[in-house]
């Protein structure tokens, strides 16, 4: 049977979904709070991980250990990287890339972990197809869009900084967790998918924009994985 992760790096990126669901219990690891429960017919734990690489990276690891999950859907916001991409819209991840890792004096790319074999953390495609169908039928007015997510522990909020995310990483849209629970998901062969509404265009604009619009990317996005995990 299912058992979905669902992991938002802030509150108000997980409070709709925990309103929304029946708590059947909660879990203290790590100054975590873990609710294990049903959401929409679903076996869910939904978790604040905090922000970060390291928070996500152990949140991951306390769901597969304790929790067993079967799937990992990171909800939240994120900083749009492409021009098309506006703020409101949804960004739903292929892959997964850090922009803060850097061994390429020894060869490495960038973004590549010395001796792991890989820098893009691939992102469940069914989970990815899924997302895309639901979003057009329960938020049609959202524009969804698949591409790379760059995560780093870092606000983006400087032109030539997300110039470089851009043209050495490729990336839709950036924020500080995703690619994290993508490695964690991957290293415990759990497959993973990165949602997030866009709060922000990563740029000077940034520091005004995010607080103005967070908090309905967040809702929205998680409105959009309350109706996606009853399909999976
Ligand atoms: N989350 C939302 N907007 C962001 C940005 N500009 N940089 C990093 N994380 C974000």
Known sequence: MNKIGIIGAMELEVETLKEKMTINNIVKKASMDFYEGILNGVSVVIVRSGVGKVNAGICVQILADLFQVTHIINTGVAGSLNAKIDIGDVVVSTDAMYHDVDATIFGYQPGEIPQMGQREFIADKALVEL???VCAKVNPDIHIFSGRVVSGDQFVSDKSVKERL??????????????????????????????????????????????AFERKAAADCAKLVAHMIQKI
């Open 166 to 211: 851009v043209n050495v990483f490729g990336g839709f849209c950036t924020e500080m967790e995703g690619t994290a629970i993508a490695q964690a998901a991957t290293l415990n062969s759990i497959p993973f998918v990165i949602i997030r509404a866009i709060s922000d265009k990563a740029d000077e604009a940034a520091e005004m924009d995010y607080p």
């Open 131 to 133: 997302t895309q169908t």
